[in-house]
């Protein structure tokens, strides 16, 4: 304080600031820093009178309301109140009233009289900045957020969209879904930043825990939220631009599948008369082809799920193959449209590899289909000749798995079944994607084939050589029990074993 | 129990003391058992809040604290005691005759520091620092458009509700204890107070819904509302006084409380016999220019004529038998009421005859 005169100037106009000492925690900041300045020891009358200049500050703090209403004053004094007693009914009526106000002005269309003029509703706004995380101030903020004035510019200042979009994010008001979904649709910023928030809280969580994931993902209100294509847009043009800067990551794949889950639960909750078409969510797609993407595995028996994937695989290759010859839109919309509902390719693979060992006789023609279902799937940008040659090489695959459970008499080891997976023979080491696809044939193998049970654990000890590919089976094996729980599959032995392995690799990172 | 009693009282002279010059001669002990006793204090009153009889007990000794004159300051009620602590607080830190040491002391009390696990300290200090904030919320609050210029109705205004509330308060608070006799401090109020406020506040307090969702369950107002009208009835000036406010909100109070539309009635029915009809001018006046005008009495007898019935129906048959005691005549000019009849809305001169309910004393 002797070397800096002014902060005394400061401080003393800052306790004299209302819109200051209404902010969050500031008072019990300038409370504090007045109290370290206290001389616990005063040796002259100048240090006296800096205690007597600090307690006359704290003072002013605390209680420096006067209503300067005489009338007021003098009423509530004869009742023999002090502020403390009437101040929180007063604010809690004052902020009805405003309330009140702001919904009568929002109902009557053409009463003028009525209306609240959009300055004083700008102001208004204004002077909530300070106090959103004010509880008593709860329902003035929503009813502003959802107030809609007769004008067609935006009435309310950004700074307090700003300012309630951060409170909410950090949990400290609590506003209802309307509300929050308003403030989103009247405030691209915020709904940017909520996203970002979410991201930020996916990627410091701990990886390959669907569940945690979807907690989060529900928390945030960005699924109900969606329900509005506007949002909706928004989002999925984020996720798919976190997508492409990691180059397709796995954990940005498992969000964007476990929000659509979120967001196709919500969308089927909300009883809204107006249902929005499917083409406005997905522009890019034709309806008939998000429609049967959209359709839940778990309403159809599972003895038609076969046919289901089929129809998904041909309507699908429709729209890529088409789109390649002639048309300007590329393959990845449809890809990206897939990926959203990446159910479908663990279903396929599931299928197709208990289908090739437990009954080799079926038809050639399904299992084309699922194949070339998976091959897009993890190659996307694929020729048609390149994808024909991975398809080929699948099925070279699953016929060495089929053998190897042919009629044996001893039990599969684990370095048999990574030959048959043609792991060592790595002919082209820029293929991680393809091994990707056939390291979860092998896995699927493992779950569903019973032989394959025993080699469980030494197999996956050998596949995971890399700390990557460890993360990589991790997640696969969370995704599957997520999966199975969701879709109520009724597969003990190896939903067992899964957890089993889970728990091993968890305990090895 | 009696321990109890006599700390209450010792503690309601402490806080009255705290505001005035005495505390000159505190020194830092004298405030920090001052501020325990607060503290234990509130502690009483949070583990005694739901034991009626004890509760009951207090509340009378801090009754009679009172006096004739109405709640001073101090202790005033049971409630207040879960508040001592923020209001011992205030007053020293307020008071500038506080001694150096002794304010020291205080702010030691009240902001320990950081670290410090004293959860009763912080508890004190969040209550304060949130009484700060929200002081600074309302002066926030009355600074935006919303309530300067342009006066709301009076049934609307927030300021004029809260203090409705604690009037209303106060009376229960009076009447929870038998001894509470309101005329006494009711009466000062109205010597004290502005008048015009006063009466605002009391017909805003009237027209409260009998039934309030209060947080510890549906509170009843009724008694406390009954207790205001009869005090009302009694006192003859401020029942003129009060009469006196604008036409619709006594239309609304009449309808709601029977007894007063009576007074209400008769009171009308006074004013309009002082007026007669000056030829020259046409129009009817009064020798007074203190008493009421006939625009007045028009206004408020046509918004009574619009209220539904039955309080419709006495207003004209009262209008019907005074026209008829002062002979029934048909012509403007001659009686007051007939004026008043034939210039009220025609659809609300239909009168439906259900029996004379009212008697116009002769």
């Known amino acids: 304080m002797e070397r800096f005169p002014t902060i005394g100037q400061l401080l003393a106009k800052t306790c004299s600031n209302p819109f200051v000492l209404a902010y969050d925690e500031s008072q019990k900041f300038l409370i504090q820093c007045l109290c370290c300045l206290i001389n616990k020891e005063p040796q002259n009358s100048g240090d006296s009178k800096l205690n007597s200049w600090i ?33 929180p009914a007063l604010l809690k009526n004052m902020v009805l009233s405003l309330v009140s106000k702001l919904r009568e002005s929002h109902l009557n269309g053409f009463n003028t009289r009525r209306r609240m003029a959009p300055e004083r509703v700008a102001s208004l706004s204004q002077v909530c900045i300070p106090l959103v995380t004010l509880p008593d101030f709860e329902p003035l903020v929503e009813a502003l957020l959802i107030y809609h004035g007769h004008e067609p510019q935006e009435v309310l200042c950004p700074a307090f969209f700003k300012a309630v979009n951060e409170a909410f994010l950090l949990k400290k008001i609590s506003l209802p879904t309307s509300a929050v979904v308003s403030l989103w649709l009247r405030h691209l910023p915020s709904l940017e930043k909520a996203v970002l928030h979410l991201f930020t809280k996916l990627i410091s969580s701990e990886r390959n825990c669907l569940r945690r994931i979807e907690c989060f993902i529900k928390d945030s209100l960005l699924p109900q939220a ?12 984020m996720f ?28 089927e909750k909300e009883n809204k008369q107006l249902k929005f078409a499917l083409k406005t969510y997905f522009p890019h797609i034709s309806p008939s082809l998000t429609a049967v993407l959209l359709q839940h595995p778990r309403d159809t028996p599972q003895g038609c799920h076969h046919q289901l994937l089929q129809h998904v695989s041909l309507m ?34 599931e299928h197709l590899l208990r289908s090739a060992v437990e009954a080799p006789a079926a038809a050639e023609a399904p299992v084309a289909a699922l194949l070339w279902l998976l091959a897009f799937y993890y190659r996307p940008l694929d020729s048609h000749q390149q994808r024909a040659q991975t398809m080929v090489e699948m099925e070279a695959v699953l016929s060495r798995l089929r053998f190897l459970t042919l009629s044996r008499s001893s039990p599969i080891s684990a370095e048999e079944l990574r030959a048959a997976a043609g792991e060592d023979s790595h002919e082209d080491p820029m293929q991680p994607v393809c091994g990707r696809l056939i390291r979860h044939l092998l896995l699927n193998f493992l779950l569903w084939v019973p032989a394959g ?14 700390d990557e590919i460890s993360h990589e089976i991790t997640g696969f094996l969370d995704q599957t029990l997520y999966r199975w729980d969701h879709l109520c599959t009724e597969a003990p032995r190896p939903a067992k074993l899964a957890r089993e392995l889970l728990q091993e690799l968890r305990a090895r990172v | 129990m009696d321990a109890l009693l006599q700390q209450l009282e010792r503690f309601s002279e402490v806080l009255s003391v705290s505001r005035t010059n005495h505390v000159s001669t505190w020194g830092p002990e004298t405030v920090r058992r001052a501020l325990q006793w607060a503290r234990y204090l509130r502690q009483v009153y949070r583990r005694f809040g739901s034991h009626g009889r004890i509760r009951a007990a207090l509340e009378r000794r801090l009754r009679i604290h009172w006096g004739p004159e109405g709640p001073k300051s101090g202790l005033t009620s049971f409630r207040a005691l879960g508040r001592g602590d923020v209001l011992l607080s205030l007053n020293l830190l307020q008071n500038r005759a506080l001694g150096d040491a002794a304010g020291r002391a205080l702010l030691q009390q ?73 005329s006494g401090w009711l009466g000062r109020l109205w010597t004290r107070a502005p008048r015009v406020h006063f009466l605002q506040v009391m017909a805003v307090a009237l027209l409260q819904p009998l039934e309030e969702l209060g947080p510890s369950g549906p509170k009843s107002l009724g008694e ?41 009635l008769v009171l009308l029915t006074d004013w309009g016999q002082k007026l007669h009809y000056d030829l020259q001018e046409g129009a009817w006046v009064s020798a007074d220019s203190q008493d009421v005008p006939w625009e007045e009495l028009l206004r408020r007898f046509q918004s009574l004529s619009q209220a539904p019935p039955p309080l419709k129906d006495e207003v004209l048959t009262l209008l019907e038998s005074c026209k008829a005691r002062d002979g029934n005549f048909e012509v403007a000019g001659l009686s007051v009421w007939t004026d008043l009849l034939l210039d009220l809305p025609s659809s609300a001169s239909k009168l439906c005859l259900g029996g004379d309910k009212f008697e116009v004393p002769a």
């Open chain 1, 55 to 87: 307690r006359g500050l704290l003072s002013h703090i605390l209680s420096a309301f006067r209503f300067n209403i005489k009338e007021f004053d003098l009423f509530t004094q004869g009742l023999g109140y002090e502020p403390v007693d009437y101040c």
């Open chain 1, 226 to 237: 969606a329900c509005h294509p506007a949002i909706f847009r928004v989002v999925d043009e």
């Open chain 1, 240 to 267: 798919r631009f976190a997508l492409m800067e990691t180059d397709g990551a796995l954990e940005v794949l498992a969000a964007v599948q476990v929000f659509t889950r979120c967001f196709v639960e919500a969308l």
């Open chain 1, 316 to 349: 699908l290759r429709k729209a890529v193959e088409d789109q390649a010859c002639g048309s300007c839109r590329d393959p990845f919309e449809s890809w990206f449209l897939f990926i959203h509902f990446g159910g479908w390719a663990d279903l396929a693979a």
């Open chain 1, 453 to 466: 049970h025993a080699a469980a654990h030494d197999t996956i000890t050998l596949m995971a050589c890399t």
């Open chain 2, 110 to 182: 009240l902001f320990p520091g950081a670290g410090t696990g004293d959860a009763d300290a912080e508890a004190l200090q969040t209550r304060l620092v949130r009484l700060a904030r929200r002081r600074a919320a309302l002066l926030l609050l009355r600074e935006t458009d919303c309530f300067r210029g342009g006066s709301p109705g009076l049934l609307e205004d927030p300021v004029l509700l809260t203090q409705a509330q604690l009037l209303l308060g106060r009376l229960q608070e009076a009447g929870e204890t038998e001894t509470g006799d309101p």
């Open chain 2, 224 to 264: 406390e509302i009954h207790v205001l009208v009869r005090w009302l009835l009694e006192q003859s000036e401020v029942l003129a006084a009060f009469c006196r406010l604008p036409a619709g909100l006594l239309t609304s109070i009449a309808e709601r409380h029977p007894a007063l539309s009576r007074a209400y």
